[in-house]
């Protein structure tokens, strides 16, 4: 789970910020929405974070932020390269220095913290801690190229100590070191490192993170290869009357073109034979997959959809993915992100969740998740425009951000529990347009339009 996440100097944001998943204690409505803490140390941790702000705001740079900060921690730079970062532009001072991030996360029933600051050229600082409501155990801390241990790691002396003194040695100026104890298979030599790969196996494994152009998976494949998906997909869009009775798989035809025609050769070229039917190897998009058979001979297929006619005796029309609508293809990449937060824990984020989706059908999603992944450790935070949202009978105020650029230019991120003289049974949503919380944008004079015509306003 995520307690918290901050960055500071990267894109839009200048000075520190910070989102916090921590519920208030002052906060008593829709206890379902919280994540009970565990033991004395323990800390409650909310469900659900609803970001807002005006276009150009910075909502979506912050969850650029955590996502560029992901992939540094999973995909390390090459030992020559310089480290892919975005710092503040408007600031000259922000220039060369460096970037920082800080994740606080939750693994069971243990909290850390682990951060790191990087500029173009190396890696400024990194360090990881276990922490509580009143621990801070430092695990390891990394400045200016000096390592610390902390106790946790049970280092006294011998080969353990060793071998991790070497490998922190090894440690090149542009990597971070938890990326390189996976690499290096530290945890072999030094036991107590474990901690760290449970760490790292979070961001691999338990944080996604989705831009809105972002295409989740071949749904194809997984559709071809998973009965049951198939199925979860259909009756999720029957739900939402997109009109699509039910969800099939299709053979297709080899490409006729030249470009067709060599794909397939740089298929035959990458997918050596044998690979097991279901092996999604296309580039051609999340609605169609190349796969070799039993035999080894390469079949292509495709998603489709039915439809129901007006007179129900009639057989259904097929319909191609092409033809179906923005929303109806918007709604099938977040199923497999709707799935997995029912199943189990992890945490997504999801820019622009409305984007071509109606209003009900953005609350029923929300909805849908906060009724059914009761007892799941399972977070989604969102970016969105839809203020039909900002009611106090579905939403927490602590669950609820906004996102505003001062005259600096730079973004800072506010909470709702910020206003203390919320009156909780009011609409929130018309103090919001109303643009008390900030976040929204500033429509400036249009009277230049009429210039062009002699018109005056």
């Known amino acids: 789970m995520l307690v918290r996440f901050s960055v500071e100097n990267c894109l839009s944001f200048r000075d520190r ?12 409505d829709h206890p379902e929405h919280v994540i009970r803490a565990g033991g004395q140390e323990g800390i409650p941790v909310l469900k659900l974070g609803v970001m807002y702000g005006a276009n150009a705001s910075g909502k979506s740079n912050l969850v650029k932020a955590m996502l560029m900060a992901r992939d540094l921690i999973l995909y390390p730079q090459g030992v020559r390269r310089r480290i892919v970062r975005a710092p503040f532009k408007l600031d000259l001072a922000c220039r060369d220095a460096p970037t920082r991030f800080e994740f606080e996360i939750k693994l069971v029933d243990r909290c850390f913290a ?86 790292l196996r979070w961001f691999e494994e338990e ?65 050596e034979p044998p690979i097991s039917d279901g092996y999604s190897g296309s580039h051609t998009g999340p609605y169609e ?18 439809h129901r006619r007006g007179d129900e005796s ?49 609350h029923s999603y929300l909805a849908n998740f906060l009724k059914y992944s009761v007892g799941r450790s399972s977070q989604l935070i969102v970016t969105t425009h839809d203020t039909t949202l900002l009611r106090q009978d579905f939403l ?31 609409d929130l949503q018309q103090d919001y347009l109303l643009g008390r919380f900030g976040g929204v944008p500033v429509i400036r004079d249009f009277s230049w339009l009429g210039e062009k015509h002699g018109e005056t306003a």
């Open 396 to 426: 927490r105020r602590d669950e609820v951000w906004f996102v505003e650029k001062g005259k600096d230019q730079s973004s800072r991120l506010v909470a709702l529990e910020e206003y203390k003289d919320v009156d909780q049974s009011k």
């Open 114 to 199: 682990y951060g790191f600051s990087v500029s173009a050229e190396r890696v400024e600082e990194e360090w990881l801690f276990e922490v509580g409501r009143t621990v801070e155990d430092r695990i390891f801390e990394r400045k200016d190229g000096v390592f610390e241990w902390g106790e946790r790691l049970g280092l006294s002396s011998g080969v353990g100590k060793d071998f991790l003194e070497i490998t922190a040695r090894g440690t090149p100026a542009t990597h971070l070191f938890l990326t390189d104890c996976r690499e290096r298979n530290l945890h072999k030599a030094v036991p107590g490192v474990g901690v760290l790969l449970d760490v």
């Open 314 to 362: 009639s057989p259904g029309a097929t319909f191609e993915m092409s033809e179906e609508s923005d929303g109806t293809r918007r709604l099938m990449q977040l199923v497999p992100a709707m799935i997995a937060m029912m199943e189990g824990g992890g945490v997504f984020v999801i820019d622009e969740l409305d984007r071509s989706l109606h209003a009900d059908i953005l």
């Open 289 to 306: 997959f190349w796969a070799r058979d039993a035999e080894g001979a390469l079949r292509g297929r495709k998603l489709v959809s039915q």
């Open 17 to 28: 910020v910070e989102l916090s998943m921590i519920a208030s204690e002052e906060v008593r």
């Open 207 to 271: 944080l996604l993170i989705a831009l809105p152009d972002w295409v989740s998976e071949n749904i194809a494949s997984r559709a071809y290869s998973d009965e049951s998906f198939r199925r979860q997909l259909t009756h999720y869009l029957r739900s939402f009357d997109t009109g699509i009775e039910r969800i099939d798989i299709e053979d297709v035809e080899p490409p006729p073109s030249e470009f067709g025609r060599q794909f397939l050769k740089n298929f035959e070229f990458f997918a």
